[in-house]
């Protein structure tokens, strides 16, 4: 059986169910239009682990192309369809999903880092709930600028934000 994405049902005739259900949605419309017993990989979920096999997040590595996750055993067969690349040298393609592991690990701890260094000046400077309240009012200015800065000054490439934080500030 499978799973509605919609209502989180569980159907054995998945697509009939689709189109007679929840004919409405977006999704379901695109797919409807498509030549029977189409192939193609718009609409196919990932395998499913079996039951008697514990779901270990180690087991699951990256793949370099289309950054879906699979199982490091399975892996090598998916990237042969999915770059139509031989995957004999499976070194090749778990490196490959390592890097990219590591890119978004470095990109979360970065996050994290500024998260930290907010709340431990927020924390020297006293009366906490305020200053809080202060630097997410700034954030929100910040970001809201950010994209103003990209909309209204695409043509002028030496407009910088702190130039215009400092033109709407004074």
Known sequence: KNMCMFCHKMQ???????????????????FKYL????EGQSFIPCRRARENKPKIL???????????????STLRHHFRRCTDRSGHNIRVVKVMGRRL????LKE???GCRERRKIID?????????????KQIRRAK????MWKLQGFLFKIDTETSFQKMYGSVRT
């Open 12 to 30: 054995a005739k998945i697509v009939r169910y689709l189109e007679l259900i929840h004919s409405e949605e977006d999704d379901v419309r695109k």
């Open 35 to 38: 030549p029977s017993k189409y």
């Open 58 to 72: 180690k087991n699951y590595l990256a793949c370099g192309n289309c950054k879906g996750f699979y199982l490091k």
């Open 101 to 104: 592991e590591s890119k978004c």
């Open 108 to 110: 979360v701890r970065e």
């Open 121 to 133: 000046t927020i924390r020297k400077k006293g009366n906490f709930e305020f200053n809080i309240k």
């Open 141 to 144: 200015f910040y970001s809201i």
